[in-house]
């Protein structure tokens, strides 16, 4: 965990630690004056405490796939899918770092959910394999 | 538009030119075999003119702000804020980009929508300012 530490390599270990539900693991990406934001619900969470907790409540079993990483040095970018096996449930979430001597100091997620392709633009478009 | 451009400024170009509602610069800035998806919608865009027809098509003015932006070498993500002053509307993208002698080739965009905040965790969280 050195101070030089590429944002990238530590967000790779939050999102590793996460997906082993190691809570301690994950928390110890986070610098002590943490914050992550949910902007899509305006909420807001201070610290790692508020994150453990938020965390061991979760509900469902997540496993977590990193997709997509983009980076270069206090600057991350991810998208992760999250999967809940047992209920058959696959989640997007695109967050942003900031990173600081290794750790994680702020962190927003971006949930994004499925929607009806728009019929306007139909001439231009390929469905998605 | 060197070969061994960053991504970044690739990016902040093509952004630039559709918040001038400049077709023609932003598709410039795309690679002749580009691909564009919109995953929620399981829509694709391929090449640069229906890449153009949509964008002369898309209802509502949007000013565009580039918000956040991380990357290194060929890889670029980006937060954007755009703004229908007309309907007093504003959406957010999420955007990952690879870029290749100087041009985007591959493009995903996701639009998170607002949500309610879940009450399980309102123990652990704030308010967003």
Redesign the interface.
Known sequence: MGANEDGKVVVRRFWAALDERDWAGAAATLAPEYVG??????????GRE?FV??NE???GIWRITVE?????GD???S?VSLTDHERGRTE?A?S?FTVRDGLIRHHED?????????A??S???????
Chains 1, 2 share one sequence.
Not at 123 to 129: L, N
Request: charged residues 25%.
């Open positions: 934001v949910w902007p899509q619900s305006r909420e807001r969470v201070v508020a907790a938020i409540h979760y509900p997509r990483l983009a980076g270069e600057q991350a970018a998208r997007v695109v942003f971006w949930w994004p959910e499925p929607y009806d392709a728009p306007w633009r001439d231009w478009v390929e469905p998605m394999g």
